[in-house]
T-cell receptor
Framework: AQSVTQLDSQVPVFEEAPVELRCNYS??????LFWYVQYPNQGLQLLLK??????LVKGINGFEAEFNKSQTSFHLRKPSVHISDTAEYFC????????????FGAGTQVVVTP | DAGVTQSPTHLIKTRGQQVTLRCSPK?????VSWYQQALGQGPQFIFQ???????QRGNFPDRFSGHQFPNYSSELNVNALLLGDSALYLC?????????????FGEGSRLTVL
């Protein structure tokens, strides 16, 4: 079985400052990794994904993440946040042979203030 | 191109009642997954339908059942509702033949059980 741990439940950050959201996973088999964002009263939107290849993955809205297999981590970063980045962020993992069965972390609430 | 659509968006039921939630997948997608997101938590996988059959199931009781129709749309049924079933129910779709694990989510149906 897989599991995902998001190390911070809430991250306050000032506008234009950098942010890092931490995600660790455990799995005995090969996995794909994802970051999703959820704005208030909405569904989830994919930010970025790691399937294979380069360990540095770039996504939408200026976000990027780095896959570290030895540390089983997939941390999300953005060099300069905007007020509009205020949202809940979820890290997720799925087996490479599993179609659509994602294991999500508990989420990290990012609150951006001026 | 319509994305994943869900109905109803909100509903209120009382304990012991039954509820049916509906989902139309993104155009071109044939696989539908259902997730339960309790307040303040990450989504939990309920089950997945492909070719009108349940292909994978998470750790949910038999009170949770589903169906997929020939046009790939899907229903989630919950019987004998409990207070703990109050949650946002998310539908997600993907292409069964492309194992990227990437899901496209609807905005959800928020169920309140009184």
């Amino acid at each position: 079985a897989q599991s995902v741990t998001q190390l911070d439940s809430q991250v306050p950050v000032f506008e234009e400052a950098p942010v890092e959201l931490r995600c660790n996973y455990s799995s005995s088999v090969s996995v794909y990794l994802f970051w999703y964002v959820q704005y208030p009263n909405q569904g989830l939107q994919l930010l970025l994904k790691y399937l294979s290849g380069s360990t540095l993955v770039k996504g939408i809205n200026g976000f990027e993440a780095e896959f570290n297999k030895s540390q089983t981590s997939f941390h999300l970063r953005k060099p300069s946040v905007h007020i509009s980045d205020t949202a809940e962020y979820f890290c997720a993992v799925t087996r490479t042979d599993s179609w659509g069965k994602l294991q999500f972390g508990a989420g990290t609430q990012v609150v951006v203030t001026p | 191109d319509a994305g994943v659509t869900q109905s109803p968006t909100h509903l209120i039921k009382t304990r012991g009642q039954q509820v049916t939630l509906r989902c139309s997948p993104k155009s071109g997608h044939d696989t539908v997954s259902w997730y339960q997101q309790a307040l303040g938590q990450g989504p939990q996988f309920i089950f997945q339908y492909y070719e009108e059959e349940e292909r994978q199931r998470g750790n949910f009781p038999d009170r949770f059942s589903g169906h997929q129709f020939p046009n790939y749309s899907s229903e989630l049924n919950v019987n004998a509702l409990l207070l703990g079933d109050s949650a946002l129910y998310l539908c997600a779709s993907t292409e069964g033949g492309r194992n990227t694990g990437e899901l496209f989510f609807g905005e959800g149906s928020r169920l309140t059980v009184l």
